[in-house]
């Protein structure tokens, strides 16, 4: 491990005998202290044991810091004077109920001032007086504009875990000031870790007299440092928890999700840019006005299952539907024995621009995802759908068995030769592909009752053992994973799948924005708990947003009475929670203009249609540059089923923002519904219109308790009611 002088200085000056602290005090098990150091401020955090590690409150280099400090009843505040400004400090101890240290940093330039380089705000100590650095492991960190986390363990001496989280969002009158990004601003190479400020490098000041957020920190901490891939998994989830409680939270609104599907549903049928014809059938493009690339049998399913499970919940008839049966078969080979990725009709006009496309290129996941569609259709009494699947299968198998189960990016459909082995040189292929192969194999035996599919699952699942957060290849497929995990706990009770579904959420819950980008492009939308489709896409997409939003929905209906951590309840619901809040800025009628990319990589950009773009960009970036994504188009399809209850007779319907467990109506005058979600934290229940008939009057308990509601926009009816809870609404 290499260090700069500016650690070493840092660490010998908090060690000098005669340093004092300004301020120290204890809380639970941990020690904190104060320190000036002339030219910055640093709060020093002490282990049980004696193991220490700082944290800089302030820094004007080359300065003599002027500190006032103040103790009030929940927190610490300090004026520090320097040559750069007045900053401002408040301190937040962490206390029994609310484990999570709080520090937020606020300066006002005296002059306009640059930040061509700023230093990591966190240096491991090690114990006291020693000279030695102390090493550690950083379990993973910032990408791109992820969460602006760092998960690390000190562990030699021993000493405990930390997960420190910037909010971000506090810092976007920084960034809107400098355009400057947020992303990658945390991180760093042990020792040298934490945030850093992201530099000015456009010439762009902060102005003088005006108060900017410079750091707003979440650090929790942990004496354990975890002894597997198991137990560092759960301790993340645990302390990502807590550090969410804590964190500030944007309001969330209600969005009328049956006016957009009636839309997006009208433009995806009508848009002649959503279809092509070939061989007498109809398919959905990949995007709008893509003519060049040939159909995919991935887009006709991630398109039509979102529809059935609105039809199902509906009641309606969609002929469309029967337009994109008719063309599935059309995607199985003979000669090869499977579903093929391209319709193979039109494959010889690929043009080979990127690796896969090619006529007989299969991207690992490409094959199991359809697959997967298959057999929910299948499951649901669709023999051609049955049909494809089955035949399908032994190819599948054969395809495993020969990769051992480890799956490369792209193979050869006729040879299984391998075309790209790594997803980057070192980083192994598609790593989650085992847990969406794991899936297939489970609802074949449930389709068929054969063992051997089960034996199949669980042989692919203990290939997932051992990756980490490098598991996590791409969204909804590591999703998918964790829930065909979990079914091999419930149907075995072996434990290792329970765990193995874990470290999949731990991947899906390290690749999110827990943060709102207010700064550019990004004032325009919400993007809080937004979800990464890759492990290093630098843009939020909306298919995998959606398969994600459904992948978890099951993996609570299948947790609902078996016991798992706390932190994933709340986590996943919260996840929910904001989707459907967020998810209708995907569609570019909700956004201006300006925002959009004129010219996108595929396609075009119909900024007046209700067809999704694929890609949300950083704040000083235009969004739409891969273009308007007709297979993203399930979106509303799989909302609204999962979030409206539809009452016989009534005008109107109830909505909610987390998942239910379950519903029943009673006597038809009474509902009851088992609430998902963690008590901690409210989530919305609305009473919503949906006719011209007036609201029937309408009671709302809560655990048995009445409640009262508020009359919103649109004639609805809301409530504010916890988590977890058992709700019953009745009416007149």
């Known amino acids: 491990m290499n260090a700069s002088p500016w650690f070493w200085n840092t660490k010998a000056a908090l060690y000098l005998p005669d340093l004092i602290p300004v301020y120290k005090t204890t ?21 049980p044991d004696g193991n220490q590690i700082a944290f800089r409150l302030a820094y004007s280099p080359n300065d003599r810091l002027q500190i006032t400090l103040k103790e ?4 610490v505040r300090l004026k520090i004077g320097s040559l750069l400004g007045d900053y401002e400090v408040v301190l937040t101890l962490p206390t029994e109920d609310r484990p999570v240290l709080h520090h937020t940093t606020r300066l006002t330039p005296a002059s306009t001032l640059l930040f061509p380089y700023w230093p990591r705000d966190i240096v491991p100590l090690g114990f006291g007086g020693s000279k030695s650095m102390a090493e550690g492991q950083i379990h993973t960190r910032q990408v791109g504009t992820r969460s602006g986390q760092l998960y690390f363990s000190m562990n030699q001496p021993k000493a405990g875990s930390v997960l420190y989280l910037q909010n971000l969002t506090a810092l976007a009158g920084y960034n809107q000031q400098t355009e400057t990004s947020a992303g990658d601003s945390v991180g760093g190479e042990w020792p040298e870790i934490g945030f850093a400020l992201p530099p000015t490098i456009k010439n762009r000041p902060l102005a003088a007299g005006t108060s900017y957020t410079l750091s707003d920190a979440f650090i929790v901490f942990s004496e354990e440092v975890p002894a597997d891939e198991a137990a560092m998994v759960r301790q993340y989830l645990n302390l990502l928890a807590e550090v969410y409680l804590a964190l500030p939270k ?179 292929g598609e790593k989650d592909v085992p847990g969406l192969f794991a899936h297939v194999m489970l609802q074949a035996w449930e389709l068929t009752g054969e063992k051997r599919y089960l034996t199949e699952a669980e042989k692919a699942a203990m290939h997932l053992r051992g990756q980490g957060f490098d598991l996590f290849y791409q969204a909804n497929n590591t999703a998918f994973s964790a829930g065909a995990m979990l079914r091999l706990y419930k149907i075995t009770k072996k434990e290792i799948y329970r765990e193995l579904s874990y ?67 709340l986590l996943i619901n919260e996840y929910v929670r904001y989707l459907v809040d967020r998810a209708a800025y995907y569609y570019p009628t909700m956004l201006p203009k ?40 399930g979106n509303a399809f799989g909302i609204l089923p999962r979030h409206y209850i539809r009452i016989p007779d009534q005008p109107f319907m109830i909505f909610t923002d987390y998942p239910v467990y379950r519903f029943a109506t009673r006597k038809q005058d009474h509902l009851h519904v088992r609430m998902a979600g963690d008590n901690r934290i409210d989530c919305r229940l609305m009473v919503v219109k949906s006719g011209h008939g007036k609201l029937p009057g309408v009671e709302v308990r809560v655990n048995q308790k009445p409640i009262d509601g508020k009359k919103i926009k649109g004639g609805h009816f809301e409530y504010l009611i916890p988590g977890n809870a058992e709700i019953t609404i009745s009416w007149k």
């Open 250 to 428: 944007p309001a969330t609104n209600y969005i009328h999700w049956p006016d957009i599907l009636d839309k997006g549903l009208k433009d995806l049928i009508d848009s002649p840019g959503c279809w092509v014809q070939l061989d007498g059938h109809h398919y959905f493009n990949a995007y709008v006005s893509d003519y060049i690339t040939p159909p995919e049998i991935m887009v006709q399913l991630a398109v039509l299952l979102p529809l059935l499970d609105y039809v199902e919940w509906s009641g309606a008839e969609l002929e469309v539907m029967k337009k994109v049966k008719a063309g599935l078969p059309s995607f199985y080979s003979e000669k090869y024995g499977t579903i093929m990725r391209w319709h193979p009709k039109a494959a010889d006009t690929l043009e080979g621009e990127e690796e896969q496309k090619q006529p007989l290129v299969m991207d690992s996941w490409y094959l199991h995802h359809p697959l997967l569609n298959l057999s929910r259709l299948a499951l649901k009494g669709d023999k051609v759908a049955r049909k494809l699947f089955l035949d399908s299968l032994e190819f599948s198998i054969r395809v495993a068995h020969h990769f051992n189960y480890k799956w490369p990016v792209f193979y050869k459909v006729d040879t299984l030769e391998v075309v790209k082995a790594e997803t980057q040189p070192g980083k192994g």
């Open 503 to 569: 470290l999949c959420l731990a991947g899906v819950f390290n690749n999110v924005k827990l943060w709102n980008c207010d700064y550019g492009y990004g004032k325009n939308l919400p993007t809080f708990f937004a979800l990464f489709p890759l492990n290093d896409a630098p843009y939020t997409a909306v298919y995998e947003e959606q398969e994600v939003f459904c992948a978890l929905h099951d993996y609570l209906r299948y947790a609902e009475d078996i016991e798992i951590l706390p932190s994933v309840r």
């Open 27 to 47: 809380s639970g098990s941990y020690d904190f202290k104060i320190y000036d150091l002339g030219d910055s401020c640093w709060l020093v955090v002490g282990w």
């Open 72 to 75: 009030r009843k929940n927190d």
């Open 594 to 633: 300006e925002m959009l990319q004129e010219k996108p990589k595929i396609g075009e950009v119909d900024p007046n249609l209700w067809i999704a773009l694929e890609d949300l960009h950083d704040g000083w970036e235009k969004s739409g540059q891969v273009g308007q994504e007709v297979y993203g188009a």
